[in-house]
């Protein structure tokens, strides 16, 4: 599809782009390749096991312990059997003050605080979930799982040096696992240390050779390794710009490039109200190279890094500025911690583009096929029916504007930072005063009245 034949649907599909980049899944256009699902981010939202493997011991026979040492013992298991596990940590701790340095105890106590940091944070409260995995890992220093689900809680929560440096401790500490592996090599891929994570995966291959997915994985970062051996780096402020030096559309355009990335990060940053300390890596590529790994129709990715496609710098230079606004949006909201609904990220994403001069009537926002924002809380990109995505993006970005307008421009700033200890609905109430559902009735009738 040629990308300027409608800047609408280019736009359109490109919002697609992220979503579907994120969620690893096939994207709604029909005739794009199918996509890569296992690069980068997508994967940290796969959990590699749903329980504790390190079960809790209930081995605690030796003859020193007191029966009420091991009654505790006993009952802490069992309110872990019965999904309590707010109630195990009580009792593991309890136990411990008996015999402190007991290690079965701690090995139970450190599983009983993942089960419930996992609770937690399903319940939307991730700055308490990395308290108690934190209090995990320092109990017990050889669990793999609290490992994992601290690194991927501090990713999501754009933590990314603190996740390194966890799973560093813990493969230094012996932990060689491939989900670990797994993980540290795709943050060096999306730091752009290829070496580094073609090492790492490989080292996750040989522990797990079955695992097709590794396989995979480790040839995508192979190739990629290969493609980008004789690319440069330039450093901005807030990004790592990489581009192949022998390419003379895109060397003669970075300066401009890099000037206008800086200048859509202080846009998306101001409209979000969220400044992430991660530097960001964004590679320029020109469309063979791009089209690589990416749908046939999509301009932009974000996996984790941006990715653009440079092809007629002097024709695409206003639309990299909006895609490159687009991208940013949905990069910033990837560190708010919770993951997000895809109308906010749409919505948001399209407002910071910038506006078309558009304006929707009210019939196609509400007489489509798409009744509620309930509908545009997943995912979108499985969808085939062109008139309900092209509503979700509108709708999307018309109740993203209304809220700023009936609100106020900060309105977004309380949103995401009420949310880093509630769940979505929590915070919703708590930042516009009623439900998200009585939100929508306002923002429909105000439709109705225009
Ligand atoms: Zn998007």
Not at 78 to 104: C, K, R, S, T, Y
Not at 250 to 269: F, G, K, M, S, T
Not at 279 to 302: C, G, K, M, T
């Amino acid at each position: 599809m040629n990308r300027f034949v409608s800047v609408g649907l280019w736009v359109l599909l490109l919002g697609a782009a992220g979503v579907w980049w994120w969620q690893g899944r096939a994207d709604h256009s029909n005739h794009a390749q199918s996509p890569d699902t296992s690069l980068v981010h997508g994967n940290f939202e796969r959990q590699p096991f749903t329980t504790p493997t390190q079960l809790p011991s209930s081995a605690l026979e030796e003859a020193s312990l007191s029966p009420r040492l091991l009654e505790l013992n006993q009952q802490g298991l069992q309110a872990l059997a019965n999904d309590n596990p707010e109630a195990a940590v009580g009792l593991f701790e309890a136990a411990l003050e008996m015999a402190p340095e007991q290690p079965i105890l701690l090995g139970n106590l450190a599983s009983a605080l993942v089960a419930w940091a996992v609770v937690v944070q399903q319940q939307g409260d991730v700055s308490s979930a990395l308290d108690l995995l934190a209090r995990a890992v320092a109990v017990n220093p050889h669990n793999v799982v609290a490992y994992y689900w601290l690194a991927h809680l501090q990713l999501r929560s754009g933590q990314r040096d603190a996740a390194k440096a966890h799973l560093d401790a813990a493969l230094a500490n012996g932990l060689e696992h491939a989900v670990l592996l797994r993980m540290r090599a795709d943050i060096a891929a999306v730091e752009g240390q290829l070496d580094l994570s073609v090492e790492i995966i490989q080292r996750a291959v040989e522990l797990d050779p079955t695992d097709e997915k590794l396989h995979e994985r480790a040839a995508q970062l192979g190739a990629e390794r290969t493609m980008f051996a004789t690319f440069l780096t330039e450093a901005t402020a807030h990004f790592d710009s990489r581009y192949d030096p022998h390419d003379p559309i895109i060397v003669a355009a970075l300066p401009q490039l890099n000037r206008d990335l800086e200048a859509a990060w202080q846009d998306v940053v101001s409209l979000l109200g969220v400044q992430p300390q991660d530097r960001l890596l964004v590679i320029w590529l020109d469309a063979a190279r791009y089209r690589w790994q990416a749908p046939e129709w999509s301009a932009a990715l974000f996996d984790g890094r941006v990715r653009i496609v440079i092809e007629d710098y002097a024709r695409e230079q206003q639309t990299i500025r909006r895609t490159l606004r687009h991208e940013l949006t949905h990069a910033v909201m990837h560190t708010i911690g919770s993951p997000l609904p895809t109308w906010l990220h749409e919505g948001l994403a399209q407002s910071a583009e910038g506006s078309n001069g558009q304006t929707p009537s009210a019939t196609m926002l509400l007489d489509g096929p798409n009744q509620s924002l309930l509908q545009l809380d997943g995912d979108w990109t499985s969808w085939t029916d062109r008139a309900q995505v092209t509503q979700a993006y509108l709708y999307s970005l018309a109740f993203c504007e209304w809220l700023r307008a009936e609100y106020g421009q900060s309105v977004m700033a309380n949103l995401f930072l009420n949310l880093k200890e509630r769940s979505f609905a929590d915070a919703w109430v708590l930042t516009f005063g009623a439900s998200l559902t009585v939100t929508e009735t306002s923002f429909r009738q105000s439709v109705k009245n225009l």
